[in-house]
C-alpha cells in the first residue's frame, strides 16, 4: 500500500513537473480530472439541443446547452466528454487514480459556464453554444463546480451524436515517394472486419478505385501520461491510399469510400487536387511554409492566455487564398496536442479545407516526439507521452520509416530537404548522411531551388533564449551542417519552434555573403536562414541585441510564402496572419551558371595541372 501511496505521488510531482515544461500550453491539461468527484444535485441541469447532428452530412455542427444550478459560482464550468459515457467502471492501471469515482479521461473541450451568459453567478442559468466535429463517437456535457482544480460533477446532460459517427473525414493529402504519387490519408469508424476502404478518384469524368491500408493506433503504443492515461481517446481507423502514376498538373477529383461487407457503401463528399509537376518541370510554383500552428477553437472553448489566437487566422488566411498555393509545409509543432489525443482529431478538422486541396507535409517537432527514454534527442516530456506515434499515424510522410522523421521531396523546381531535429543530425550520424545525400543528389539545372527544412532552428535566430545562451541557434545546431548547406548551395533553410518570424542576409559561419537585402542577383554566396514558427502559438520574444546578420524580425503571427516563376526567378514572401498582407520580401534572380560559381568553401580546391 504503501508502494503505491509513493507511486501515485511520483506520478502526481511528475504531471506538474510536466505541466510546467510545457507551459501549460494544453489547456486541458489546467484540468485535474484524476481528482474529480460526483456531487449531483437534483435541481441543477444541463440540455444540450439538437441532439442528432450531421443530418445533411455535415461533419462540423453547433449545439446549444442550456444549464442550471441552484449554488453558482464564476469558476463553474462545461466540460464536453466522448464518448458521452465518460464514468468508465474501471480506470486503466496506469492512470494515477486507483479508487472511486473513476473519471478516466479528460473532457474533448471545456469553457467557463459563464463565458455566454454573464448573469450565471447571479441567477443560476446560462447558456452556451458550442461547436462539435465528427469523431467517431457521441457527446454528453457535464457541469462542474470546484473550479479546474476540485472538479465536481453536478448535472450530465442528454447526449447528441452524428447521425453517422464513424463517416470517413478529413482527407489530407501528401506527395509520395515519387514525384507522380498523391497519398490520401483520411479517419473512420471503420475497422478492416467491418468494411474495405478505398480511393475513387479519376481525372473528371474518368474514375478509378484504389485500395487504403488501415492503421490503428493502441494505447500501449504510446510511451507515457497523460496520452496512456486521461488524454487517451480511441483515435479510430486511420486509412491511407496511394494514387500513383498521376499526369503531372492534371486536376483529379476522389471521394472517400468504404464498402461494408453487406455490400453498401460509405462516401464523403467529393474533393478535387492538382497533381503535382514533374521534377524540373518550368511553371508557376507556389509553396507556403510555416511551423508551430496549433489549433483553436472557433467557439472560444480551451482558452488559455490566448495561446493560439494566430492559428485560426493563418487557417482562414490560406483558405482564402488556397487557389494561389501549390502545396503547404508545417513543420513541426503541429496540433499541441500534448498527449491528448481527441485534439488531433479537431485539428486535421481544422485544416481540412487545405489539406484536402493541396499535399499537407509535416515536419517532426518536439511536441510530437519528445519523451524521456524513447530515443529522442531531447530528454523532455513536451509530447505529453504521444512519443511521435500520432504525428507518424494521422499524416503521411515519405520517410523510409516513419519513426525516423527526415525524408526529401520534389516539388517541379524545388527540391526539399526536411530534417527531423528531435533526432540527431550531426556528423555521423544517420541522419547526417541523409541531409547529404538529399542536398547532393539533386540536379540544380533541373531544380535550382534547394531549400532546407526543420523544426528546431539549427540556422540562427535572435530569440531570447538562445541570445542568452549566447549560440543565437538550438545548441550544436548548424555546427556539422553548416559545411553541407555551402557546399551544396542551400538556397533557403526555413524553421519553426521559436514563434516569431526573423530573415537572415546569406550567411556563411556567421557572416554574411552578400549585402543586398531585397534584390539578390547572381550567387548568394551563401544561405538565408528564416523563422517561420509564429503561425499560431504564443510569441516568442526577440533579444534586443542587434547582430549585422539579421535582416527583418517580426513579433507577430505569419507564414512564408515561396513563388517560383521559372528556374531564373524566386520570389520570397512574409505575411501576417491578421490580414493576409506581405510584411517583408526579397527576390532572387540569377542563372546556372550562378549555381555552378564556386564561392568560400563550396567548391573542393582545384588543380593546377591541365
Ligand atoms: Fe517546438
Redesign the pocket.
Known amino acids: 500500500m504503501k508502494e503505491i501511496k509513493l507511486r501515485l505521488a511520483i506520478l502526481l510531482v511528475l504531471a506538474t513537473l510536466q505541466n510546467a515544461s510545457s507551459h501549460g500550453e494544453q489547456p486541458l491539461s489546467r484540468i485535474s480530472i484524476h481528482k474529480a468527484t460526483f456531487a449531483l444535485h437534483e435541481l441543477a441541469y444541463i440540455q444540450a439541443s439538437p441532439t442528432v447532428l450531421g443530418l445533411r452530412g455535415e461533419n462540423t455542427e453547433w449545439v446549444t446547452l442550456e444549464f442550471g444550478s441552484k449554488n453558482p459560482s464564476v469558476d463553474d464550468w462545461i466540460g464536453v466528454f466522448s464518448p458521452a459515457n465518460f464514468s468508465a467502471s474501471t480506470c486503466p492501471e496506469e492512470n494515477p487514480r486507483v479508487y472511486p469515482p473513476f473519471l478516466c479521461s479528460a473532457p474533448i473541450k471545456f469553457q467557463y459556464a459563464n463565458y455566454s451568459a454573464p448573469e450565471y453567478k447571479d441567477t443560476g442559468k446560462g447558456f452556451l453554444k458550442l461547436q462539435l466535429i465528427n469523431q467517431r463517437s457521441d457527446f454528453s456535457f457535464v457541469l462542474f463546480s470546484g473550479g479546474l482544480l476540485n472538479p465536481k460533477v453536478v448535472a450530465v446532460s442528454n447526449h447528441v451524436a452524428f447521425s453517422n459517427p464513424d463517416a470517413p473525414v478529413y482527407p489530407r493529402l501528401a506527395q509520395g515517394k515519387e514525384w507522380n504519387e498523391m497519398t490520401v490519408t483520411w479517419t473512420s469508424g471503420y475497422g478492416i472486419n467491418e468494411a474495405e476502404p478505398f480511393v475513387e478518384w479519376g481525372p473528371r469524368g474518368e474514375s478509378m478505385r484504389s485500395p487504403a491500408v488501415t492503421q490503428t493506433v493502441d494505447r500501449n503504443s504510446l510511451c507515457g501520461a497523460p496520452a496512456r492515461t486521461v488524454g487517451w481517446r480511441d483515435p479510430g481507423f486511420i486509412h491511407t491510399s496511394f494514387l500513383k502514376e498521376l499526369w503531372p498538373n492534371r486536376v483529379y477529383t476522389y471521394k472517400l469510400g468504404h464498402r461494408l461487407f453487406n455490400g453498401t457503401y460509405i462516401w464523403s463528399q467529393t474533393y478535387h487536387f492538382r497533381a503535382s509537376p514533374y521534377p524540373g518541370q518550368n511553371s508557376l510554383q507556389r509553396v507556403v511554409i510555416f ?2 500552428m496549433g489549433k483553436d477553437e472557433a467557439d472560444g472553448s480551451n482558452e488559455y492566455n490566448n495561446f493560439q489566437r494566430g492559428s485560426l487566422n493563418t487557417t482562414k488566411q490560406l483558405i482564402q487564398d488556397l487557389k494561389n498555393i501549390d502545396i503547404v509545409f508545417h513543420i ?2 503541429v496540433c499541441y496536442a500534448n498527449g491528448y489525443l481527441s485534439q488531433w482529431d479537431q485539428f486535421t478538422a481544422q485544416v481540412e479545407p487545405i489539406a484536402s486541396t493541396v499535399p499537407y507535409m509535416i515536419a517532426s ?3 510530437e516526439r519528445d519523451w524521456p527514454g524513447t530515443g529522442s534527442f531531447y530528454e523532455n516530456m ?1 509530447s505529453g507521452g504521444e512519443c511521435g506515434v500520432l504525428a507518424e499515424n494521422m499524416f503521411y510522410v515519405p520517410t523510409e520509416t516513419r519513426a525516423k522523421f527526415w525524408y526529401s521531396t520534389d516539388y517541379g523546381m524545388f527540391r526539399f530537404c526536411i530534417a527531423d531535429t528531435e533526432h540527431d543530425w550531426r556528423e555521423g550520424t544517420e541522419q547526417y548522411k541523409f541531409i547529404e545525400h538529399c542536398l547532393a543528389s539533386v540536379d540544380r539545372q533541373k531544380q535550382p531551388w534547394l531549400i532546407f527544412l526543420a ?2 532552428v539549427l540556422g540562427y535566430s535572435s530569440c531570447i533564449s538562445y541570445a542568452e545562451e549566447g549560440s543565437f541557434e538550438e545548441p550544436m545546431g548548424r555546427e556539422s551542417l553548416q559545411k553541407l548547406w555551402q557546399k551544396y548551395k542551400v538556397d533557403i533553410a526555413l524553421y ?2 521559436v514563434h516569431n518570424y526573423e530573415r537572415t542576409c546569406p550567411i556563411y559561419q556567421n557572416i554574411c555573403t552578400n549585402e543586398e537585402k531585397h534584390y539578390y542577383k547572381g550567387s548568394l554566396n551563401g544561405t538565408i536562414h528564416v523563422v517561420a ?1 509564429g503561425a499560431g502559438a504564443s510569441l516568442s520574444t526577440f533579444t534586443t541585441l542587434q547582430t549585422k546578420w539579421s535582416i527583418f524580425k517580426d513579433y507577430d503571427h505569419g507564414f512564408v510564402k515561396l513563388t517560383a516563376f521559372d528556374h531564373s526567378n524566386l520570389l520570397f514572401e512574409y505575411k501576417k496572419s491578421r490580414d493576409g498582407q506581405v510584411y517583408d520580401s526579397f527576390r532572387i534572380s540569377r542563372d546556372y551558371r550562378d549555381i555552378l560559381a564556386c564561392t568560400v568553401d563550396s567548391c573542393s580546391s582545384t588543380t593546377l595541372a591541365s
Open positions: 511551423g508551430d513541426g509543432d517537432g518536439n511536441h513536451d523544426h528546431r519553426g519552434h514558427g
